[in-house]
């Protein structure tokens, strides 16, 4: 069974901060997704990875693929109160969408 | 609006009592997918169908639940005799035909609870 262990679970910062969030793995995904979800609703896809050191921005997010394709990292610089939310990582190793999630991180930035 | 669309958004059912939800996928997207978000747990993957077909039901549980997605309509998942654990949020996502790489689109999910 494949797991995606996220961390840290909670984070709480002041406006303006900078942060970064962890995905790692002992398996080997073929791409890595980070996603966002608010309360009530579904998943919304900020980035897919898919080479092994693949570094993607999204204007203040940056997201990094491990070398090994195990482990991925998003940082947010200068967090805003709207970047609150839950950030999901998830990773694909078949040929469809089966995607194996971590458990999340609540983030809240106060102003 | 051309998402993922699922229904009913919220579902109160009695312990016994059946649910069914629906998920129509994206325009051009021939692939479902269904994942369960129980309280105070991730994202899990539960089944991945084409039309007619189903390909991966690796996270179904073994009774009482199933799915289907026919050449015409919808795709249903189908909870039999429901019971209080099966309280949860169920998320449907398609994708156009397959790839590595390829993104998934989730929809807005439906509420299930059990009471």
């Known amino acids: 069974t494949q797991l995606l262990e996220q961390s840290p679970q909670f984070l709480s910062i002041q406006e303006g901060e900078n942060l970064t969030v962890y995905c790692n793995s002992s398996s080997v995904f073929s791409s890595l997704q980070w996603y966002r979800q608010e309360p009530g609703e579904g998943p919304v896809l900020l980035v897919t990875v898919v080479t092994g050191g693949e570094v993607k921005k999204l204007k203040r997010l940056t997201f990094q693929f491990g070398d090994a394709r195990k482990d991925s990292s998003l940082h947010i610089t200068a967090a805003q109160p709207g970047d609150t939310g839950l950030y999901l990582c998830?990773?694909?190793?078949?040929?469809?969408?089966?995607?194996?999630f971590g458990q999340g991180t609540i983030l809240t930035v106060h102003p | 609006n051309a998402g993922v669309m699922q229904n009913p958004r919220h579902l109160v059912r009695r312990r016994g009592q059946e649910a069914r939800l629906r998920c129509s996928p994206m325009?051009?997207?021939?692939?479902v997918y269904w994942y369960r978000q129980l309280p105070e747990e991730g994202l899990k993957f539960m089944v991945y169908l084409q039309k007619e077909n189903i390909i991966d039901e690796s996270g179904m549980p073994k009774e009482r639940f199933s799915a289907e997605f026919p050449k015409e309509g919808p795709s249903i998942l189908r909870i039999q005799q429901v019971v209080r654990g099966d309280s949860a949020a169920y998320f449907c996502?398609?994708?156009?035909?397959?790839?590595?790489?390829?993104?998934?689109?989730f929809g807005e999910g439906s509420w299930l609870t059990v009471v």
């Open positions: 996502a398609s994708s156009p035909p397959t790839g590595m790489g390829n993104t998934i689109y």
């Open positions: 998830a990773g694909e190793s078949t040929s469809y969408g089966k995607l194996t």
């Open positions: 325009k051009g997207h021939s692939h």
